[in-house]
């Protein structure tokens, strides 16, 4: 990076410790391309890397005030990137040994587990919740996704809208739902995680 450029990102990361919006945007538009194709190149899956992408300029806003901290914005968001993907793979890792764990005690459940499966039952019925307070287009687009399999660039050519507004919105729907769970005490990245894996 040039003395000039690196002068221009010093800049650009004070006005967004200042709390400058159109700053913060300029900044994702020039790093989220590669921070989520390095993001897919890992998960292989573009609807995992768009949550991960997400989070990680949700928390790079949130913590603001100390951005202008960072030496290397690029070298920073790679790094952030390889640690979200690592944590997300321990993460389904724990999820799927759990759920090999409960399938096999289910096996052998009796009716003293009615507990358990109304547990089920109930975590589910908070999920479908969570979807339906999603606003008309959000709900939309994430029914299409989710129910129907339908990919981004499908989804978008049905409704004519943009590929990417169609990505943003469903961005928006996935931490809408987050949100909504955790309000109510349920773990919603587990819950998403389950969902996801039960309409494949």
């Given at each position: 990076?040039?003395?000039?450029?690196?002068?221009?990102?010093?800049?650009?990361?004070?006005?967004?410790?200042?709390?400058?919006?159109?700053?913060?945007?300029?900044?994702?538009?020039?790093?989220?391309?590669?921070?989520?194709?390095?993001?897919?190149?890992?998960?292989?899956?573009?609807?995992?890397?768009?949550?991960?992408?997400?989070?990680?300029?949700?928390?790079?806003?949130?913590?603001?005030?100390?951005?202008?901290?960072?030496?290397?914005?690029?070298?920073?968001?790679?790094?952030?990137?390889?640690?979200?993907?690592?944590?997300?793979?321990r993460y389904t890792a724990s999820q799927r040994k759990m759920q090999q764990y409960?399938?096999?005690?289910?096996?052998?459940?009796?009716?003293?587990?009615?507990?358990?499966?109304?547990?089920?039952?109930?975590?589910?019925?908070?999920?479908?919740?969570?979807?339906?307070?999603?606003?008309?287009?959000?709900?939309?687009?994430?029914?299409?996704?989710?129910?129907?399999?339908?990919?981004?660039?499908?989804?978008?050519?049905?409704?004519?809208?943009?590929?990417?507004?169609?990505?943003?919105?469903?961005?928006?729907?996935?931490?809408?739902?987050?949100?909504?769970?955790?309000?109510?005490?349920?773990?919603?990245?587990?819950?998403?995680?389950?969902?996801?894996?039960?309409?494949?």
């Amino acid at each position: 990076m040039s003395g000039e450029s690196n002068y221009s990102e010093i800049d650009v990361l004070r006005r967004i410790a200042e709390g400058d919006e159109q700053s913060f945007t300029a900044l994702y538009h020039r790093y989220s391309n590669k921070v989520y194709t390095y993001l897919l190149r890992m998960t292989r899956s573009h609807e995992i890397a768009e949550e991960l992408l997400y989070d990680i300029f949700t928390k790079l806003w949130t913590g603001r005030e100390l951005i202008t901290e960072i030496q290397n914005m690029d070298s920073f968001l790679s790094k952030v990137a390889y640690n979200k993907a690592i944590s997300f793979f321990r993460y389904t890792a724990s999820q799927r040994k759990m759920q090999q764990y409960v399938a096999r005690q289910m096996e052998h459940a009796t009716v003293d587990d009615a507990a358990d499966k109304l547990l089920d039952s109930e975590a589910r019925e908070l999920l479908q919740e969570a979807i339906r307070q999603l606003s008309p287009q959000r709900k939309l687009v994430f029914t299409l996704s989710r129910e129907q399999g339908l990919t981004h660039e499908q989804i978008a050519r049905r409704l004519n809208l943009s590929t990417q507004t169609v990505k943003k919105t469903m961005s928006h729907a996935l931490q809408s739902i987050r949100e909504f769970l955790h309000k109510r005490g349920m773990e919603g990245a587990a819950l998403l995680y389950f969902y996801m894996e039960s309409k494949k």
